[in-house]
């Protein structure tokens, strides 16, 4: 039988915050609530959790600030909540590491839904999928060619240790890599395993984001021997990968 999933819900709005918890509560799911940045912080730091559901308007500390710290911190995955529906707005959330994007105002039965697609897709995206070895292990890094995935700190290192700045979708797009090396991924599960479920947003930029990792990753850009491009199908990283579990 599956444990409960921990959901943390924040939200400055008790009329929100309450009847959403209410809700999840009653479809088997653990719920604790917060209702500022501040608190999120203190129950994120004193417990894990599966998955955030987080306002972006919010006095204070606003949301896309508390989900970057989320995902440098503790690589939660977050739904963001927020009364602005351009595109603009959906392409900033998920730049801020968010993994999905629910407008307001929403139907709870629709964010139960993002909840589950985001939940299942990164249950698929294991890095024990590709290297059952340390499955039972949190992956602390992983060491591919001449370079290091720090996953803790969220790091790019060189072969000298020093760090490369990763946008977060380039973390997420490079963290998916490494787990499925030489294994050709299309551009549709790229942005599937990247994006979440609004993955339209980003149809016309995953080439742009291979292109920039590859400027950060490759010697010659333009004759790239390490992320390569198979024509037709999607891209592939061409490198023995390594892991080490965080130790215990």
Not at 189 to 204: E, H, P, S
Not at 230 to 236: A, E, F, I, M
């Amino acid at each position: 039988m599956q444990a409960q999933r921990h959901i943390l819900v924040v939200d400055d709005h008790l009329d929100i915050c309450e009847p959403l918890a209410a809700y999840l509560r009653r479809q088997d799911m653990q719920v604790s609530m917060a209702f500022n940045a501040a608190q999120a912080r203190r129950q994120l730091a004193q417990q894990a959790f599966d998955l955030v559901v987080l306002d972006v308007m919010m006095p204070g500390e606003d949301g896309l600030s508390l989900c970057r710290h989320i995902g440098q911190a503790y690589g939660t995955p977050v739904i963001l909540l927020t009364a602005m529906s351009s595109l603009a707005s959906k392409v900033s959330g998920l730049d801020n590491g968010a993994d999905d994007y629910v407008v307001k105002p929403f139907d709870p039965q629709e964010l139960l839904a993002r909840i589950k697609t985001v939940l299942r897709r990164l249950s698929r995206a294991l890095p024990a999928a590709v290297m059952p070895d340390t499955a039972s292990q949190a992956i602390h890094r992983y060491v591919f060619d001449e370079w290091t995935l720090d996953v803790e700190r969220r790091e790019l290192l060189d072969r000298d240790g020093v760090a490369v700045t990763l946008s977060s979708v380039e973390y997420r797009l490079l963290r998916v890599l490494v787990e499925h090396p030489n294994t050709v991924l299309s551009r549709d599960k790229l942005m599937d395993l990247t994006a979440g479920a609004d993955a339209q947003v980003f149809d016309r930029s995953i080439d742009s984001q291979v292109s920039r990792l590859r400027k950060k990753l490759e010697p010659d850009p333009r004759r790239p021997s390490l992320l390569k491009t198979v024509w037709g199908n999607g891209y592939l990283l061409a490198a023995q990968v390594s892991s080490e579990a965080a130790a215990s």
